[in-house]
């Protein structure tokens, strides 16, 4: 009797061992059935991730270069229209040395575009603020000399010869001083005014700091030099190259002889080390970074810029960087993140 007794109490402690073992698997069994989503809900849930982190508000303040105008223009109104409706970015025009008065100050603006490289005193002006600022190189821009449609005998002329004609002791006074073939007309000079960096440029590049013809004609707006190179025939005007392509139909390009031949103006000419390469200089648009840490849009649209660049560079009359120093523009812009 009691060796059934014990084989009864054997079998109920075999038993009570197997159910607890069967419950304990089946609790781990519905604990990763409650933790394991379907792959369709884990799409979703990224998808709404990745909403919420792509909808950005507020806006992105740009100003500075009128040369590089038009390309930064172009890409915002992609970037708004494309990328991120609820951001706005605001592209002006004051000119580079006018954009970096507005960039290094105490809330200044998001960039600053520049056809020069930041000077000395601005650079020592942001250390001061305590602004930190990347300098992102755009594209490649030219030189352009234009005259007017009706001007058939100055179509071409070496580097001297039209340093010449704008500087105040250049001799060259009336078209007959280049050659005296040409009318004895006097030569009409017009550019940028020294808000622009294009004006810089050429005065510290070309001209080599010498002093410009005193009646020399500087504005402001771009379009304006257009229109007075378009109504007079005896005028020649230095601006960048994009603004030349798109008023083509109100211009011409003077094709310039630097030693081996004339050589046009044009995006397979315009390079650091081609045909043009004497007249052609890069662009810059320069990031205040402290805003980019702070503020979502401004680095998300540094960002689409860098990206987007090339592409839209050529649409507005500006050669290409190579695809190296795009990917190292956007190495430290992923930095940021």
């Given amino acids: 009797m009691k060796f059934k007794n014990s084989w009864k109490l054997f079998l109920v402690g075999i038993l009570a061992i197997i159910l607890i073992a069967c419950q304990n698997s089946n609790e781990e069994e519905t604990g990763k059935e409650e933790d394991t989503e379907s792959p369709e809900e884990t799409e979703v849930a990224n998808e709404e991730a990745s909403d919420e982190a792509a909808d950005l508000e507020g806006s992105v303040v740009i100003d500075g270069s009128g040369t590089v105008y038009p390309l930064m223009a172009k890409l915002a109104e992609e970037y708004m229209t494309n990328e991120q409706e609820g951001v706005s970015v605001e592209v002006s025009r004051a000119g580079t040395s006018a954009g970096f008065e507005k960039f290094l100050v105490e809330n200044g603006t998001d960039f600053n575009d520049a056809s020069r490289q930041i000077k000395n005193e601005e650079a020592e002006k942001a250390e001061e603020l305590g602004i930190e600022v990347k300098e992102l190189k755009v594209a490649l ?60 440029f050429f005065f510290e590049n070309v001209l080599e700091e010498q002093d ?65 390469a004497a007249f052609t200089r890069p662009v810059f648009t320069y990031l205040n970074v402290n805003n980019a840490k702070e503020k979502p849009q401004v680095l998300d649209y540094a960002i689409y810029a860098m990206e987007n660049i090339n592409e839209f560079a050529g649409e507005t009359g500006f050669a290409p960087i190579p695809s190296g120093e795009v990917q190292e523009n956007l190495d430290f812009l992923f930095g940021l993140q």
């Fill in 212 to 276: 410009l013809v005193d009646d020399v004609d500087l504005q402001q707006e771009y379009s304006t030099l257009v229109n007075l190179i378009a109504d007079d025939e005896n005028g020649i005007a230095f601006f960048g190259f994009g603004y030349y392509v798109n008023n083509e139909d109100k211009l011409q390009a003077v094709s310039v002889d630097f030693g081996d031949g004339a050589v046009e103006p044009s995006l397979n000419t315009i390079a650091e080390d081609g045909d043009y």
């Fill in 141 to 200: 821009d030219g030189l352009t000399f234009v005259i007017n449609k009706e001007n058939d005998w100055a179509t071409e002329m070496t580097e001297e010869e039209l340093t010449k004609i704008f500087l105040a002791d250049g001799g060259m006074t009336n078209w007959s001083d280049i050659n005296p073939d040409w009318p004895d007309e006097k030569i009409n000079t017009y550019g940028p005014n020294e808000n622009h960096g294009t004006y810089e």
